[in-house]
Each structure stands twice: as C-alpha cells, then as structure tokens.
C-alpha cells in the first residue's frame, strides 16, 4: 500500500496546530454518516484506522493521519449535524476556511457523497467554501453497493449537474464501496499520483 506508517498523527484545533507543511496532502470532506470513516479504512487497510476521528472530543478536529512517509491524509469533521450549537459550527467553519485557504500544501479534497442521495444543499456549502479557497476537489459516491445499477446513472446525473456550477470540480466522479471493495484500488492509485 503506502510506504511508511500509516497511523493517526494529531487532531488540530487552531491553525498554529497543523503540522509542518512537508509534504502534499488531500483532505476528505462529507456529510455525518456517508461513509467517511469506512472509506479512509478501506483505503488504508487499516480496519480501526478513522476510529480516532469519530471518538468524543475529536469531531471537531481536524485530524491528521500519515500516509506512509509521502503524504498527509486529512479528515475533516462530518457536516450537516444539525443539532451542533451555534457557536460550535462557527468556531469551525472559521477555522475550516482557514485551512482551505491557507494551507499551501493541499493539494486536493475528496468530498464524499452518498451515492443513494446525490448531492444536497450541505454539500453544495462545502463545495463553495471550496471553490472560494481555489482547492480543486474530486466528488467520491459512497456505499455504491446500496445503488442498483440502473439506478445508478440517475444519481451520476444529478451530480454532474451539480458539480457543473463549481469551478474547483474535478470532472471525473469515483464510484466506491468499502463494504464491497469497488473503486478503492481507484482512490489509491488517485491519491498516489498526487504530488
Ligand atoms: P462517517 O460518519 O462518514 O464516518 O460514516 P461511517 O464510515 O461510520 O459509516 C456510516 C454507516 O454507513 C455505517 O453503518 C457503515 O457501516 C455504513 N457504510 C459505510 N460505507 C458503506 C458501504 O460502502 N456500503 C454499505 N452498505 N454501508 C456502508
């Protein structure tokens, strides 16, 4: 897989607290529950890997996890919670446009979509935030095994109409599954090629 330890390196609260810019990295980005957490294991192949992102206390986080000695792999927090306070939600958006603006080192986001519900007004929000920051994301369908085939081409058309009003949209949509397998070589390849 990765060359180098593929582990949990530090959840970041404050811009002051990002790591040392050394190396690219990519961030994940999607709502509560599509499947996040179980992507990033898949990835990595490391079963109880994204635990550490969803444990209390760390959701707010900005979670660091190293990709063998190339890359950064970033979590960041589910969105579209909405029983999140207020205040809360602003702290991190604040910091969320920090990042995406000011960190020189990223060089793409994957903002994950639940391939049964196509893209909602939550991840529209993200995809501005992201588009505003200038970071170029690439759209990854989750639980693809859940979409009948034929359903399937329904949902990549409703996507692509969505991602056609954001200029950071990478055009070419990943169909995955953790639970099955399907795209994760893909995503690893993808992230593997970016330098
Ligand atoms: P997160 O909140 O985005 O980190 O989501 P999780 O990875 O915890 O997944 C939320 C729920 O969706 C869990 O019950 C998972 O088992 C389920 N899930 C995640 N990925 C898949 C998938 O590819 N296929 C299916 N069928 N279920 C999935």
């Not at 206390?57 to 000695?69: A, H, K, M, P, S």
Request: aromatic share 6%; proline share 5%.
């Amino acid at each position: 897989l990765f060359a180098g330890p593929v582990e949990f390196l530090k959840g970041v609260v404050a811009m002051d607290g990002l790591p040392p810019a050394d190396r690219p990295e990519l961030c994940f980005a999607g709502r509560s529950n599509v499947g996040k957490s179980s992507l990033i294991n898949a990835l990595t192949g490391r079963k109880g890997l994204a635990r550490a992102s969803n444990t209390p206390g760390r959701t707010q986080e900005i979670n660091y996890f190293t990709l063998g000695d190339s890359h950064y792999l970033v979590d960041l927090p589910g969105y579209g919670y909405a029983e999140a306070p207020v205040k809360i939600v602003e702290k991190w958006q604040r910091l969320l446009k920090s990042y995406l603006a000011g960190r020189q080192t990223l060089r793409r986001a994957f903002v994950l979509i639940d391939a049964r519900h196509g893209v909602k007004a939550v991840d529209d929000e993200i995809m501005k935030l992201l588009d505003g920051a200038a970071v170029t994301f690439q759209t990854v369908l989750t639980k693809a095994d859940k979409v009948k085939a034929a359903d399937r081409e329904k949902v990549l058309v409703q996507v692509r109409g969505a991602l056609a009003r954001h200029p950071a949209a990478f055009p070419e949509i990943l169909l995955t599954s953790s639970e099955k397998g399907d795209g994760i070589a893909t995503l690893r390849a993808v992230i593997e090629g970016i330098g």
